[in-house]
C-alpha cells in the first residue's frame, strides 16, 4: 500500500513568487492534515481536512495560505505571496478514522526555501 | 494553553545504555499522548501511543497526569534507536497533533 506522497520533495523559490504544494493521502482516508516545521522551531499544525471540508484551519499562519481539496482526495496548499518566513519543511498526514485509535501517517515532507 | 515540552536538544548515551527522553505537556483536559521517531532519511513515524500500553522496539511510556509527563524510556540503548524523537500530544481523538521540538537521540558505539 502506498504511502502519503508530496510533491515537489523541495521548491525553490524567490519573495513574491507563488508556490503549490501537493499532498496525496493513503487511498480511503478522510482526514488530511498539513503541518509544517519552520527553521529552528518546532513541528506546527495548519489545518485539517475530513474529506473535502475544512475542519480545522486554526493553525494557517495568514491569508497568503491557502488549502483545498477538492473531491475529497489530495490536497494542495498554496503560498501566494511566498515570504522569507515561509521558508520550512511542509508535511502532510492522513488518518483514516477521527475515533480512538486512529493514527496519522506523514508524508515525506516538501523542503520550501523563500529567497 | 496546549503546550508540549522536550528539555533536551540532543541526548548522547553509549550503545546499551539506559534512555530516558523526557517529555512534559500542558492541558487542561485528558490528552492523547504520542512520541513520533523520524529515522536518518526516513518520514516521520508512530513510536507509540499512551493508550496502547505497549512497548514498540523495546521503548516504553507511562503518561503520569499528576506530574503531566510522558517519558520515553527504553532500558538498553542500540545504534540503531539513533534518530529525533517528537513527543506530542492531541487534544481530542482524530484532531491535530501539538509537537514538542524533540530531541536528537545519538547512540554511541
Known amino acids: 500500500e502506498a504511502g502519503v506522497t508530496q510533491f515537489p520533495s523541495h521548491s525553490v523559490i524567490e519573495k513574491g513568487q507563488t508556490v503549490t504544494l501537493r499532498c496525496d493521502p493513503i487511498?480511503?482516508?478522510?482526514?488530511l492534515y498539513w503541518y509544517r516545521r519552520v527553521m529552528g522551531k518546532e513541528i506546527k499544525f495548519l489545518l485539517h481536512f475530513v474529506k473535502e471540508s475544512k475542519q480545522d484551519e486554526s493553525g494557517m499562519p495568514n491569508n497568503r495560505f491557502l488549502a483545498e481539496r477538492t473531491g475529497g482526495t489530495y490536497s494542495t496548499l498554496k503560498v501566494q505571496p511566498a515570504e522569507l518566513e515561509d521558508s520550512g519543511v511542509y508535511f502532510c498526514a492522513s488518518s483514516q478514522d477521527r475515533l480512538a485509535g486512529d493514527t496519522q501517517y506523514f508524508g515525506p515532507g516538501t523542503r520550501l526555501t523563500v529567497l | 494553553a496546549q503546550r508540549v515540552t522536550q528539555p533536551e536538544k540532543l541526548l548522547s548515551v553509549f550503545k546499551g545504555a539506559p534512555v530516558e527522553l523526557k517529555c512534559n505537556y500542558s492541558?487542561?483536559?485528558?490528552?492523547?499522548l504520542f512520541w513520533y521517531v523520524q529515522y536518518s532519511r526516513q518520514r516521520l513515524q508512530l513510536l507509540l501511543r499512551h493508550i496502547s500500553r505497549e512497548s514498540i522496539k523495546g521503548f516504553t511510556a507511562d503518561l503520569n497526569k499528576g506530574e503531566t509527563s510522558f517519558h520515553l524510556k527504553k532500558p538498553f540503548a542500540q545504534e540503531e534507536d539513533s534518530a529525533m524523537y517528537y513527543c506530542a500530544l492531541s487534544p481530542q481523538y482524530g484532531n491535530k497533533l501539538v509537537f514538542g521540538a524533540g530531541t536528537i537521540l545519538r547512540v554511541k558505539s
Open positions: 492541558y487542561s483536559g485528558s490528552p492523547e
Open positions: 487511498s480511503g482516508h478522510d482526514n
